[in-house]
């Protein structure tokens, strides 16, 4: 089983939809993050949470929310999608130790049409 | 604040070349990490290396070897004998020791392209 698994793998939805992924870890890491990925600009930080209730944003947190309720979970919400949301989203654990590397899920692509 | 580049966009090469993706960072911090990380064609993200500012050894794993240069703010990453097993995006990251929640800053990616 992954250790961290993301939820769904692929969506396709419409402008003004309300999406969540999800986002669950088995690694008993107190840190997760949610990132985008886009062609050419690498993976940029959208949330990230230091531990349960624990909330932060980060470089492109604009339209995006998110919730961590557990220390095993953590969803990232689109109220209202629009296509320039339209991305592969990243989830990722880490210790508390900067020296360590984030783990990642494998991923959810997301088409906004 | 913290930047990564990776100035290669794209890279192809004919299998058993050695080819070496660069990448340079900014950073104020005299302590940090710099990463890479591999994304095959399925998509998925798979730590290679880690390397802390402290430590300018350079690095060896297989095929793989990595040098890093901390008087030109440089970490480059040379795959020798290159096979087609290693085509994907490969990504350089950074993180500061004393930003918060210990995040990672992304370069662009190099999308390596081995040719049998």
């Known amino acids: 089983d992954a250790d961290v698994t993301q939820t769904p793998r692929n969506r396709i939805t419409k402008t003004g939809k309300r999406i969540m992924l999800e986002c669950s870890q088995t690694?008993?890491?107190?840190?997760m993050y949610w990132y985008r990925q886009d062609p050419g600009l690498g993976l940029r930080l959208i949330y990230y949470s230091f531990d349960v209730k624990d909330i932060n944003k980060g470089e492109i947190s604009d339209g995006y929310s998110v919730s961590r309720q557990a220390q095993a979970k953590f969803s990232l919400s689109l109220e209202s999608a629009i296509p320039n949301q339209t991305a592969l989203y990243f989830c990722?654990?880490?210790?508390?130790?900067?020296?360590?590397?984030?783990?990642f899920g494998d991923g959810t692509r997301l088409s906004i049409l | 604040a913290q930047k990564v580049t990776q100035a290669q966009t794209e890279i192809s090469v004919v299998e058993k070349e050695d080819v070496t993706l660069d990448c340079v960072y900014e950073?104020?911090?005299?302590?940090?990490?710099l990463f890479w990380y591999k994304q095959p064609p399925s998509g998925e993200l798979v730590f290679l290396i880690r390397?802390?500012?402290?430590?300018?050894q350079n690095e060896i794993s297989g095929r793989y070897s990595w040098n890093f240069q901390k008087s030109t703010s440089s970490f480059n990453f040379t795959i020798t004998a290159s096979q087609v097993v290693d085509s994907a995006v490969y990504f350089c990251?950074?993180?500061?020791?004393?930003?918060?929640?210990?995040?990672?800053?992304f370069g662009g990616g190099t999308r390596l392209m081995v040719k049998p």
């Open positions: 390397r802390n500012s402290f430590d300018e």
């Open positions: 690694k008993g890491h107190d840190r």
């Open positions: 950073t104020r911090d005299t302590t940090y990490y």
């Open positions: 990251a950074l993180s500061e020791v004393y930003n918060a929640g210990n995040m990672l800053t």
């Open positions: 990722a654990t880490s210790t508390r130790d900067s020296n360590q590397p984030q783990h």
